[in-house]
């Protein structure tokens, strides 16, 4: 079992940068492909980045390359994004998870975090 709890969000102004962390705890992180999706009221969760269970693959939506960086550090049992040059169609609720696959599909994902609100201004 894994916990997962995101921190970081909060308010930024477009072109503004933030750092999501992801603190995880229990057994197997790990072993775990991580990824981050984001939801905003209405509308589905959305894919946004995902990283294998040794951080050496990675795969981004195309709306965040190049601006969003995923990374893990096993040691820490944490997991980030890094979210450079927002925007605001950025603003969501973000939410952090674990999972047996790489994936870019929600339900691949056996645990996730309880989200942390972005909310970028123009």
């Known amino acids: 079992q894994v916990q997962l709890i995101e921190s970081g969000g909060g308010l930024v102004q477009a072109g503004g940068s933030l750092r999501l962390s992801c603190a995880a705890s229990g057994r197997g992180f790990s072993n775990y492909a991580m990824g981050w999706f984001r939801q905003t009221p209405g509308k589905e969760r959305e894919f946004v980045a995902t990283?294998?269970?040794?951080?050496?693959?990675?795969a981004y939506t195309d709306s965040v390359k190049s601006r969003f960086t995923i990374s893990r550090d096993n040691a820490k049992n944490t997991g980030y994004l890094q979210m450079n040059s927002l925007k605001p169609e950025d603003t969501a609720v973000y939410y952090c998870a674990a999972g047996g696959l790489r994936s870019v599909t929600a339900r691949h994902y056996n645990y996730w975090g309880q989200g942390t609100q972005v909310t970028v201004s123009s």
């Open positions: 990283v294998s269970w040794s951080g050496g693959s990675t």
